[in-house]
């Protein structure tokens, strides 16, 4: 059973400041999402992670795969309020019926960024 | 561009009565389908999936059960509702495999 741990479970961070969220996962995999969650809405696509090394960037987030290590993170830098929200990593488990792709996602982190 | 949609948006329901959320997309064709439920302040459990009209998997047994009618449409119901199947419930879609999955705005459900 393919488990997927992230840490921290919540973060409380100043503005300005740099922190990195990390998404651990259990099986191998090469296929790693993040999403962000504000509350009491759904879930919106940040990244998506094709490959052993691969880094994405938008704006002040950064995310990066290591398949080997089954590890991938998400890196804020110089975070400003409007970043704060649960983020979730999810692990593409891969095909079933050749045609789908399951997800296992993680517990989330719940981010929130202080003046 | 694709939308999906989700309604009811919010539902207050009674222990043992019957449940039918209903999920569509628009703008793509044979797309994958997915019903996922996120208890407070946790992370999101895999309910069904769906790879066409017809065709549903489950991944957790349970009092509840999906369908698929239309390409573009999916389904989740229960006969009886349990206090435990409060929660907020998101269905997604995808392109086909290994594409990445759009989630609803999502239905909050709440069993008293």
């Known amino acids: 059973e393919l488990k997927v741990e992230q840490n921290p479970l919540f973060l409380s961070m100043q503005e300005g400041k740099n922190y990195t969220i990390y998404c651990n996962y259990s099986?191998?995999?090469?296929?790693l999402y993040w999403y962000r969650q504000d509350p009491g809405k759904s879930l919106e696509s940040l990244f998506v992670?094709?490959?052993?090394?691969a880094v994405k960037q938008e704006g002040r987030l950064m995310a990066s795969l290591d398949t080997k290590a089954r590890l991938s993170t998400l890196h804020i830098t110089a975070a400003v309020h409007d970043l704060s929200a649960t983020y979730f990593c999810?692990?593409?488990?891969?095909?079933?019926?050749?045609?789908?792709?399951?997800?296992?996602f993680g517990g989330g982190t719940r981010l929130m960024v202080k003046p | 561009s694709q939308t999906i949609h989700q309604w009811p948006a919010t539902l207050v329901q009674p222990v043992g009565s019957p449940l039918s959320l209903e999920c569509t997309v628009e703008?793509?064709?044979?797309?994958?389908l997915y019903w996922y439920r996120q208890a407070a302040g946790r992370g999101l459990q895999l309910l069904f999936y769906?790879?066409?009209?017809?065709?549903i998997s489950s991944e957790v047994p349970q009092n509840l059960s999906a369908s698929r009618p239309q390409d573009r449409q999916f389904i989740l119901s229960s006969k009886k509702l349990l206090l435990s199947d409060s929660g907020f419930y998101l269905c997604?879609?995808?392109?086909?495999?290994?594409?990445?999955?759009?989630f609803g705005p999502g239905t909050r459900l709440l069993v008293l």
């Open positions: 099986t191998t995999s090469d296929r």
């Open positions: 999810a692990v593409d488990m891969g095909p079933w019926n050749n045609a789908g792709n399951m997800l296992t």
């Open positions: 992670l094709l490959s052993n090394g």
């Open positions: 997604a879609w995808s392109q086909g495999y290994q594409e990445t999955q759009y």
């Open positions: 769906s790879v066409g009209i017809g065709q």
């Open positions: 703008g793509t064709s044979n797309p994958n």
